[in-house]
């Protein structure tokens, strides 16, 4: 089941465990009387998901709070968080750090590794889950160009997308790899989240034509899913070796103040491998939208995780060449900058239930789309980001890290310098 508390969604009855701290956890669960499920090892994370029984975390909970040693400071810490978070902790807050609390005593400080399995989202849409907003998608008679590989290309370059399904779109044919269950078949009618990846790998392909582009399901078709499955994915393509790979995805920072685990732990893997561009957020005009829109604690410069993380290339959005009012703002994660306004792309083609303003479907309207939008966000600033360290790889045969330096080391008026590096007031 999924839990919400301040700016983070979570399953409440799992948590990731590193290996080779796996059987001190479970011991320590055991002796809280916390019911454990045959966990899901991933030997090439080094992790493992581990059900729990929903009834027994609370058990384990009162277990803790008998520990006089322990019940004094997590009685204090779940105050002050509760006043942070502008709400009621979560039995499984007050598990993991109960312990924490109880692995620093009895090992002197030292603590195992382990943590929430967190929910992600789109970085997209009308509007952006986490309360920022960046309008609807609009119909439009514009379209791209038809594709046509480069004759001059001199090497191919692989990208892969880990998004939502994909819509079977005539523009985007030949460029790009999808297993059969990971493309939308027809449905009347559509939902707008499901045509994000679609959209994203128009504006890939867009700015690098030759390029081909392998896409990964790890999104609903809300566009939401969770960290798990991500980062899984995340450990097969990095086995796969592509080039570049873009993550148009995001969680904000956690409440319990622990880094995300997962999903870090897979960007390290990834990151050895490939190039990894990812969304920054469409969080930056938070303060101008209705309150019951965004999450206690959101603000305009909130991190973005994978984006925030080391080892990615985070990418915020552009109008007129000028900072877009929902990019995240003083975010000095923000590496690059690339058009993200009222942007062609490819999209649904039939009627499509629109997002009402809360981000939900239940005053969805319907809007019947010819395969084309204009659309906004983050997401397809990453795209154009990723679209162009492929098309610089397939035009010079340089490396994707070559063409990721090439990017962040350019100076206005360098061509292609509507994608420039991040810098101060971005």
Request: hydrophobic content about 40%; some cysteine; proline content about 7%.
């Amino acid at each position: 089941m999924a839990a919400k508390a301040r700016l983070e969604s979570f399953h409440d009855d799992q948590i990731v465990v590193a290996l080779a701290d796996l059987a001190v956890v479970a011991r320590e669960l055991d002796t809280l009387h916390v019911h454990m499920k045959e966990p899901d090892r991933h030997r090439r994370l080094g992790l493992a998901r581990l059900p729990l029984d929903g009834k027994s975390i609370t058990a384990g909970v009162g277990e803790l709070r008998r520990d006089h040693g322990i019940a004094e400071k997590l009685t204090a810490d779940s105050g002050a968080r509760e006043a942070r978070a502008g709400g009621q902790l979560t039995p499984l807050d007050e598990l993991l750090k109960g312990l924490r609390l109880r692995f620093a005593r009895t090992y002197d400080n030292w603590l195992p590794t382990f943590g929430k399995n967190r929910t992600i989202s789109k970085i997209a849409g009308s509007p952006h889950v986490g309360g920022g907003g960046v309008g609807p998608p609009k119909k439009t008679g514009a379209f791209l160009a038809p594709r046509a590989t480069p004759p001059d290309q001199r090497r191919s370059v692989r990208v892969g997308l880990l998004d939502t399904r994909m819509f079977a779109h005539e523009w985007l044919a030949g460029g790009y790899l999808a297993r059969p269950g990971d493309l939308l078949g027809p449905q009347h009618p559509y939902r707008s989240t499901q045509a994000h990846a679609t959209s994203v790998a128009s504006r890939i392909l867009e700015r690098a034509p030759g390029a081909e582009v392998h896409l990964r399901r790890v999104l609903g078709d809300n566009a939401t899913g969770d960290s798990w499955a991500v980062a899984t994915a995340m450990a097969e393509v990095a086995e796969a070796g592509f080039d570049v790979v873009n993550l148009s995805f995001g969680e904000y920072f956690t409440d319990d103040g622990q880094p995300p685990l997962v999903i870090s732990t897979a960007v390290q893997l990834l990151s050895a491998r490939s190039v990894i561009v990812a969304a920054a957020g469409n969080h930056g005009n938070v303060a101008s939208r209705p309150a019951k829109q965004v999450p206690a604690g959101l603000t305009e410069k909130s991190p973005s995780y994978p984006a925030a993380l080391p080892g990615v290339l985070a990418v915020g959005a552009l109008e007129d060449a000028k900072p877009a009012p929902f990019s995240p703002k003083d975010a000095p994660w923000i590496r690059l900058m690339a058009p993200g306004v009222d942007l062609t792309v490819a999209y649904l083609s039939g009627d499509v239930l629109v997002a009402a303003e809360d981000g939900t479907f239940r005053d969805a309207r319907d809007v019947e789309f010819g395969g084309w939008a204009k659309c906004s966000g983050t997401s397809y600033a990453a795209g154009m980001v990723t679209g162009e360290i492929a098309r610089r790889m397939t035009r010079s045969g340089i490396t994707a890290q070559e063409a990721a330096a090439q990017l962040l080391s350019a100076a206005p008026g360098q061509p292609q310098s509507d994608i420039r590096p991040a810098g101060p007031g971005r």
